[in-house]
């Protein structure tokens, strides 16, 4: 139960976390600058919580825990976070939000065959049931005609990548809590493997540049959503299985839609099948 809470409060922040997106790139905002400024933040605010929690613990981590948590923090916050911010900035926040949530699929198929894991048949069914409610969401928010040809482009593109590399993310690090469980210390190594990475992708000049660009403010916003909700992922998967916590968290359209239609609502339409795929996805989550 305490993990499927805080995969809801993971779909919390993920899900508003794409509508402050969009208020940075109306302000000329980089999506590669946004992925820095975001992991640059969630660093002092783990160092921060950390002695509430246990403090950070470095001395008896094993070699397969240090690479579960760095590969983990490379494939959310340094490529999946990447992906899914260029695909905000090019479909809009609810249909990049969607995709990228159809994740789950991937994590629960690794997890069967490389974790082991026991996916049962609701499991299975509640799955399939948030895909083809990700699949209406994505569909309504597509180029007009609503043929899948037009949404070839890099915006999808990148939000299949996203979908793809958070897809994968939670094995790592669910492989590296099964060596130590240890999700202070997890989040924060992810967060500073991600920010170098992120930081080395980014051409230097326009990361100057963007650092005081008028988008900083929602960028660093998006960041502290971006760090609790990663945190709330890990303790998640510290006390659940992944096949349990992560797919728990697509619900985080259902949060992007209620926040578009209230913050976005004259920058993005919300259609009818939006709505029927929401709906969809809160069945799937409550057989979950």
Known sequence: MQGKVLALMTALCFGLNPVILKYGFA??????????????????????????????????????????????GIFGGAIGRRWLYLAVQRLGASPAAAIKNSAPMIT????????????????????VEIVVGITLVSWSGGTPGGRWSQFLNVGMLAAIGAAISYGIRPLFLK?????????????????????????????????????WAPSTGAFAISGVLQSLGFLALTFGLSSANVSVVYPVTSAAP???????????RKTERIRWPTVVGACVIVVGVIQL
Request: no cysteine; aromatic share 10%; hydrophobic share 65%.
């Open 108 to 127: 629960t198929a690794l997890a069967l065959v490389v974790l082991g894991e026991h996916v049962t048949s609701l499991q299975w069914l509640a799955i």
């Open 175 to 211: 492989w590296g809590l099964d060596q130590a469980n240890v999700p202070m210390t997890a989040a924060l190594i992810g967060a500073l493997a991600a920010a170098a990475l992120a930081i080395a992708l980014t051409p230097q000049r326009e990361l100057w540049t963007g650092m």
């Open 27 to 72: 302000r000329k905002g980089r999506s590669d600058v946004a992925v820095v400024i975001g992991l640059l933040i969630a660093v002092p605010i783990y160092l921060l919580w950390a002695p509430f929690v246990g403090g950070i613990s470095l001395a008896h981590l094993s070699l397969q825990a240090w690479i579960g948590f760095i590969f983990g």
């Open 254 to 264: 259902l949060f992007t839609l209620l926040f578009t239609a209230l913050l976005l």
